[in-house]
């Protein structure tokens, strides 16, 4: 096995471990009959951005971000239904919903009708993914500033910590393997915000004794 396939192998384990940490949120949710406490929009917007690496993984012929996505893709959308059955408020759950609905038809037409085949469809979807993804991985950073304020750091799941920074780490290896920065650039602030995460258990741990869950969701 060489040096790529060995990253492929890495991405798709540890990318598809993150994803799963949605289960703890879903075994929550049935235990509660309650999707109280539980953010929505993560799984929602996690979902179209699966959903838009795997058709560049489809135009890219990239067997590893086709693997991946597909099976992300499968559990945020049964993530998704399972909020909206659980949820007290499905009035809201249907119009964010619908606006992500109206999101991914406006990119099909898009980048599936109005531009042609070619390595200019290639480029700006990769673009389009790339600015997704790097704004999933910053918008926690308002949490971060948060807790650092606070000086606890129960909000924040270090297992979790721990499964962002190996698959952001895989993707922007093997983005650099593949000389694709569309796949590198948008992963190496998941390495950061991971490293600033660490550095806030080392500080703040000891004034904590409960760490739930913390969404943050890459390719």
């Known amino acids: 096995m060489d040096f790529l396939q060995l990253l492929s192998w890495a991405c798709i384990v540890f990318t598809i471990l993150m994803f799963s940490s ?18 929505f929009l993560p799984f929602l917007t996690t979902l179209l951005n699966n959903l838009g690496w795997l058709y560049y993984g489809a135009l890219k012929k990239d ?7 597909s099976i992300g893709a499968v559990l945020q959308a049964f993530y998704v239904l399972a909020y909206s059955h659980y949820s007290s408020d499905r009035w809201r759950v249907c119009r964010q919903t619908l606006a992500a609905g109206f999101l991914l038809a406006a990119g099909c037409l898009y980048f599936g009708v109005l531009l042609a085949q070619g390595e200019q469809k290639l480029a700006r979807l990769g673009l389009a993914c790339s600015i997704f993804t790097v704004t999933m991985y910053v918008s926690p950073l308002i949490d971060l500033l948060e807790i650092m304020r606070s000086g606890s750091v129960e909000r924040l799941s ?9 698959t952001s780490t ?14 590198m650039v ?34």
């Open 22 to 39: 949605g289960l703890t949120d879903l075994k929550k949710m049935r235990e509660a009959r309650s999707s109280d406490n539980i953010q």
């Open 158 to 166: 270090f297992p979790l910590t721990v499964a962002t920074f190996l």
């Open 170 to 183: 895989s993707w922007t290896l093997y983005g650099l393997q593949l000389q694709d920065y569309y796949i």
């Open 63 to 69: 067997g590893t971000l086709i693997i991946v996505n």
């Open 186 to 219: 948008p992963n190496t602030p998941g390495i950061i915000t991971s490293l600033v995460r660490f550095l806030l258990f080392w500080t703040f741990s000891e004034t904590s004794s409960v760490k739930p869950s913390y969404k943050l969701l890459p390719l």
